[in-house]
């Protein structure tokens, strides 16, 4: 049985090895600006109030969603 020295390849295939980093970001405030369903939905900027410009201008309901429940993946 004659066999021959196997040589092993160093084939670097792309790791990816860029997971989730964390810990070189500065935990922010939870400065999130209160934004209604309207305002969200189309990117606006929301007063934040009872009801925000945007609304109040439309004649529309003015909606906000309660940030209690964070549902992260
Ligand atoms: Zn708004
Ligand atoms: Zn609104």
Redesign the pocket.
Known sequence: MSSAPVQYTTVTSGNNSDGEREGAKPKVPRRTPM??Q??RGRK?K??GRST????ERRAIP?VYMPVAAQNQK
């Not at 925000?52 to 609304?55: A, I, L, Y």
């Open positions: 934004a209604c309207f305002c606006l929301c007063d925000c410009g945007n609304c003015c």
